[in-house]
């Protein structure tokens, strides 16, 4: 069965720096989506993308934020100057085209760990 | 702002014994329901959903229950089994197709005991 694969499984960086987040959605979906889980508590949603724009955010996807499909099959997640509560688990999803009730299917996430 | 709450953090069930877990929600909006389970160092998975405009879908040991004028989800597992074990998390889609974003309960920690 297809999977979202996300690398790296772990990623420790310090404050400040720039991270990149990759993500390898399922070959023939169209919707691509970032959730994030902070230790403890929910799983946030942050973006959507469509058609190589952003379809959706959420209050917590500002400025420091970006997403990126810069190829066929990569999409990925910038933060460009991390802080400390930028600390959770990144999770991708993907599903396929206008379909009523199709579901997102995740990856296995990134734990971003920032020091 | 919780607007998908599940209220039980945990719940421990016998091996063979229902497993129920509750959800509930706030915005009268949401016209479609999913549940996921996650197991530890994996990703959500989808287990089973349910559209506003049914109050049951059943696959195989899993039902979902929706009582709209409550605005409670339930989901039933039967027999429960100590693969069951995980995180399940009750998510509301406002949309109810692909685009739109799934706001997440807390989730709700099953334990199956042998």
């Known amino acids: 069965e297809p999977e979202v694969t996300q690398t790296p499984s772990h990623q420790v960086t310090q404050m400040g720096q720039e991270v990149i987040l990759r993500c390898v959605p399922i070959?023939?979906?169209?919707?691509f989506y970032w959730y994030r889980q902070i230790l403890g508590q929910k799983v946030e949603f942050l973006v959507s993308?469509?058609?190589?724009?952003?379809?959706?955010k959420s209050e917590i996807f500002d400025d420091q934020f970006s997403v990126e499909r810069p190829d066929g099959s990569n999409f990925t997640l910038k933060i460009r100057s991390t802080k400390l509560e930028d600390s959770a688990m990144y999770f991708c999803?993907?599903?396929?085209?206008?379909?009523?009730?199709?579901?997102?299917?995740f990856g296995d996430g990134t734990r971003l760990s920032i020091l | 702002d919780q607007q998908v709450k599940q209220n039980s953090p945990s719940l421990s069930v016998q091996e063979g014994r229902i497993s129920i877990l509750n959800c509930d929600y706030t915005?009268?909006?949401?016209?479609?329901f999913l549940w996921y389970k996650k197991y530890p160092a994996e990703g959500p998975t989808f287990l089973i959903s349910?559209?506003?405009?049914?109050d049951k879908n059943e696959d195989g040991r899993f039902t979902v229950f929706l009582n709209k004028s409550a605005k409670h989800l339930s989901l039933h597992i039967v027999p429960s089994q100590p693969g069951d074990s995980a995180v399940y998390f009750c998510?509301?889609?406002?949309?109810?197709?692909?685009?739109?974003?799934?706001?997440f309960g807390k989730g709700t920690k099953l334990s199956v005991k042998p």
């Open positions: 999803a993907s599903n396929s085209d206008r379909a009523i009730g199709q579901p997102q299917h």
């Open positions: 070959s023939n979906h169209l919707y």
């Open positions: 993308f469509y058609n190589n724009e952003i379809s959706e």
């Open positions: 915005n009268s909006m949401f016209d479609y």
């Open positions: 349910i559209s506003s405009i049914k």
């Open positions: 998510a509301a889609n406002p949309r109810g197709g692909s685009q739109g974003n799934l706001i």
